[in-house]
């Protein structure tokens, strides 16, 4: 089977930096993603890591570690549009689908 | 490229009534998947086509959903019978295969059964 972990909720400033770990077991790996997804919308994709190491794509950088089933993705510059919820998804080895973590809600405050 | 669309946006329905979803997925995209989700919970997989095949469908999907996609181009999702427990939001994405395949998520449907 496959599982997928992330903290439920997070608080940071405006301005601010917040680091968002995800930890997942499958059943063989082949891609993790994250998506933003804000309340009552789509989710929209944000990053892919398939290679351990950082992706960095303007204040977005996402991070993964294959041997520790660990990725974190990193928000630098909070807006108050950052405000959503932040999901982890993993693709197995078996079959194309993502399987995603709860979702990690974050709040930027003034 | 006008995205994934789907239709209806909001639908209520009694318990026990049949409901209908479609979906329009990116025209080139030759992979499509349905999801629910439900408040503060992320996407839950339901099934997934490639092309008009339906090559994967989740241990957890009850009879009474049925999913198609006769010409590999829309999707539609039916519930039968419907129940209290399937009142949540209802997504379909589209990709096309790819080594990093991403997914396009349409809006949803939510459905709420009364």
Not at chain 2, 99 to 113: A, C, P
Request: glycine share 10%; hydrophobic share 30%; proline share 3%.
């Amino acid at each position: 089977g496959q599982n997928i972990d992330q903290p439920t909720e997070m608080t940071a400033t405006e301005g601010a930096i917040v680091q968002i770990n995800c930890t997942y077991q499958t059943s063989g790996f082949n891609g993790l993603f994250w998506y933003q997804q804000h309340a009552g919308e789509a989710p929209t994709f944000l990053s892919y890591n398939v290679l351990d190491g950082l992706e960095e794509k303007g204040r977005f950088s996402s991070f993964l570690s294959r041997s520790k089933g660990y990725s974190y993705l990193l928000l630098k510059e909070l807006q108050m549009k950052d405000s959503a919820s932040y999901l982890c998804a993993a693709r197995g080895a078996a079959g194309n689908k993502l399987t995603f973590g709860g979702g990690t809600r974050v709040l930027v405050k003034p | 490229d006008t995205g994934v669309s789907q239709d209806p946006r909001h639908k209520i329905t009694k318990r026990g009534q049949n409901v209908t979803f479609r979906c329009d997925p990116i025209s080139e995209h030759n992979r499509l998947y349905w999801y629910r989700q439900t408040l503060g919970q992320g996407p839950e997989f339901l099934t997934y086509f490639q092309n008009e095949a339906q090559l994967e469908k989740s241990r957890l999907l009850s009879d009474r959903f049925s999913a198609e996609r006769p010409k590999g181009s829309f999707s539609t999702l039916e519930i039968q019978r419907t129940e209290q427990g399937d009142s949540a939001m209802y997504l379909c994405a589209s990709s096309f295969s790819a080594t990093n395949e991403k997914l396009f998520f349409g809006s949803g449907t939510q459905l709420s059964v009364l």
